[in-house]
């Protein structure tokens, strides 16, 4: 029979999200034989009676179903932060399972996720090369053709992903030793995505509590080890958590995908171990400052006319 990886799922204060995420993980083909490893943060020191009461019922949606054939909740008694959390929540999975699908509370999944899921970590389990697999693909790539059913990129994108013990063995929480090693190996530009993003000064912004992700130090993990990363043809996640309501998403409508419009599965088959070409330039060219001006007077003038 086949070995299925285990799912497990970050939740803080958000019980809406937490409800419809759930929702649409229980409408999953595989869920059905999947374990589940729900884990909810606890409360910072000076939390508000608000806080408090969300988090209370953030417990309670955990519970109203049974979410997959067996479903184990971990409630942490104290705020251990975004951060830690989900990197001890993936570590102990990968130590006990030897790989793992990692999930927050505001990825809305087709009824395939888990499917494809699988079937990549199955694929290319023996594959140093390939260390993440990524269910969700950007809006912003779809006028590039894409010939295969999956394509290799350089971000590792954290709205439903995957990783195998062999990949995760590479991880480590300490953002200024990864600072370091990658400036010993060089080649900034491509850890910052081609300019594009400043991974670089994530790491020390980290390290200084100034930036709350832990995507800094692991995407970081698999530039210093020539890494790839695995995307479908066409999203299975749909992201929600650009209401504002997220620790690190602000207000932004470019990210959002109608449910509707999510594949309903995705076919991991061989194709060449390195970077879709077309998405690379185009996403350099969609991030020039050129484009993030025009992204940015848009935006400020959708402010004016809606305030």
Not at 24 to 52: H, V, W
Not at 105 to 131: H, I, Q, R
Not at 180 to 191: D, P, S, T, Y
Request: hydrophobic share 40%.
């Amino acid at each position: 029979m086949r070995s299925l990886a285990p799912i497990v799922f970050f939740a803080y204060n958000r019980p809406e999200h937490t409800r419809l995420v759930l929702e649409s993980l229980r409408k999953n083909r595989l869920a059905d034989e999947s374990k589940l490893f729900i884990y909810i943060d606890g409360p910072k020191p000076n939390a508000t009676e608000e806080t408090l009461a969300a988090i209370a019922e953030v417990k309670k949606v955990v519970r109203e179903k049974q979410w997959c054939k067996e479903v184990n909740i971990i409630e942490a008694t104290e705020n251990k932060g975004l951060i830690k959390s989900n990197a001890e929540g993936v570590t102990r999975m990968v130590n006990e399972f030897g790989r793992v699908i990692a999930m927050e509370d505001d990825g809305l999944l087709s009824p395939g996720f888990l499917t494809y899921m699988n079937d990549a970590l199955d694929f290319y389990e023996n594959n140093p090369k390939v260390m993440h697999i990524a269910a969700y693909k950007r809006p912003e790539f779809a006028p590039v053709e894409i010939k295969e059913s999956t394509f290799f990129f350089y971000h590792t994108t954290t709205w439903g992903w995957a990783t195998w013990k062999r990949a995760w063995d590479h991880f480590k929480l300490d953002p200024l030793a990864v600072h370091e090693a990658v400036k010993k190996k060089g080649n900034i530009k491509r850890l910052n995505m081609d300019g594009t993003f400043e991974f670089f000064w994530g790491l020390k912004a980290v390290a200084k509590g100034k930036l709350r992700s832990w995507n800094a130090i692991w995407h970081s993990t698999v530039f210093l080890n020539d890494g790839l990363c695995l995307y479908p043809q066409k999203s299975l996640v749909s992201n929600i958590g650009h209401d504002g309501s997220g620790t690190n998403c602000e207000p932004d409508e470019r990210f959002a995908i109608n449910a509707n419009e999510l594949a309903d599965s995705i076919p991991v088959t061989e194709i060449p171990l390195k970077e879709h070409e077309g998405i690379k330039k185009h996403y350099i060219a969609m991030h020039s400052f050129k484009y993030k001006l025009v992204f940015a007077i848009k935006h400020y003038l959708r402010y004016l006319v809606k305030y």
